[in-house]
Each structure stands twice: as C-alpha cells, then as structure tokens.
C-alpha cells in the first residue's frame, strides 16, 4: 500500500539564473540573505546556478487561493491493484482565512501541505504536513483521523518513530515553512502512550 499526501491546486514556479538572482539582492542565508521569502522571488537554491521564484497557489486579492478547497489530501493506493482505496480532505480551516486572519473554524477544508506521512507497523500514518499546525494519526484502513495534536510551529517535515525500552515514541521537528506561511520554530517533540 502506498500512501501519500498531495495538493490539488495551481502552482507556478520559475527557475531564475543565479547571475539574474545575485543582482536582485537574493542570497542565501549563509551568505547575508534573508530567512524570509523575497517577494516574487522565491528561494535562493544555495549551491545552483538557480534561484527559483515560488507562487505556491495562485491567490485572489483576500490571500486565499482561486480554487475551492480542499485544497491538500492524503490517499491509500493498492500497489497491486493501483486502485484507490481511500482519499481524504487533510487539514483544517483553523489556522487559515482570508486576509491571514484565522478562521478558528475546525472544518476539514484540505490545506495545503508539505512534508511526509510516518506509516507504523500497528496501522498508524502520522503526518504534519497541513498549515493548520497539527500533527495528525490516521487509521490506515479507513483514512479516518484518530488522534491530534497541536504543534507550536508549522509542521512541514516528515515525523520519526524510535523504540526504547519496549515503548514506542513518534518524534517531529516543526520548524515551520517561508511559503507555506506558518509559524516558524525550533522545538524537538516526542508523543508517547502514557507508561504502564
């Protein structure tokens, strides 16, 4: 079974020669640029000769993107078969709004995301992918969410699982995503059944 999160929406990008990218003041960090998305620039590509400008979701005036949602999903596919065996919305309207005010809706709208799902032998797929900063396990059969967190940044990363001691941990970094404008961090969190 595979299982993978993916946007359905528009999306532009342009590669930008790095001569062209140099003379726009676009640098990557280490070399004096800024850690924030330049407008209509995108990224600097350190070590390219590219930089790329980045429209991650063409937008209205209001910031939302021209599309109805969902906008992001994740989905189970039979290898064998390479049938579909479920498809579901993945995130929430909480965190996301017009004019970036949040909504504070707990609507599973399908944001957009970023980052990869952690499949567990015991069925789980934890994923963190979303802007609404949650970190979600879903039931591998169904696709059904069965458990959230809240994240204190945007979790655009793929989380890890380790053993110790005969207890299962599940471990993310959310550090957040220029583009995909969520709160930017630096914490290390690991989840756990309580003990015993």
């Known amino acids: 079974m595979l299982i993978a999160n ?5 999306n532009y990008n342009q590669l930008i020669a790095r001569q062209k990218a140099d003379e726009m ?3 990557p960090i280490d070399k004096g640029g800024s850690p924030k998305k330049v ?5 600097p590509q350190a070590g390219s000769p590219y930089a790329i400008a980045v429209n991650a979701g063409w937008r209205l005036s209001t910031g939302l993107l021209c599309s109805k949602p ?11 078969t390479g049938r579909t065996l479920w498809d579901e919305p993945l995130g929430s309207a909480e965190s996301n709004g017009p004019f970036g ?3 504070m809706l707990p609507l599973t709208i399908g944001t957009p995301n970023n980052g990869g799902p952690l499949v567990t032998a015991g069925g ?9 900063n949650k970190l979600r396990a879903i039931d591998i059969r169904s696709g059904k969410e069965v458990w959230q967190a809240d994240l204190p940044a945007g979790g655009q990363t793929t989380p890890m699982t380790y053993e110790v001691g ?3 941990y599940v471990v993310i970094a959310p550090g957040g995503h220029h583009f995909m404008e969520t709160k930017v961090g630096d914490e290390v969190i690991a989840y756990a059944l309580p003990a015993g």
Request: proline share 8%; no cysteine.
């Open 39 to 43: 407008k209509d620039i995108g990224d």
């Open 6 to 10: 993916y946007n359905d929406m528009p």
């Open 70 to 80: 969902p906008y992001g999903h994740i989905r189970a596919i039979d290898l064998k």
């Open 166 to 168: 005969g207890r299962q």
């Open 25 to 27: 003041g676009f640098r």
């Open 124 to 132: 789980l797929i934890f994923i963190a992918a979303t802007t609404d």
């Open 101 to 103: 005010i949040p909504s």
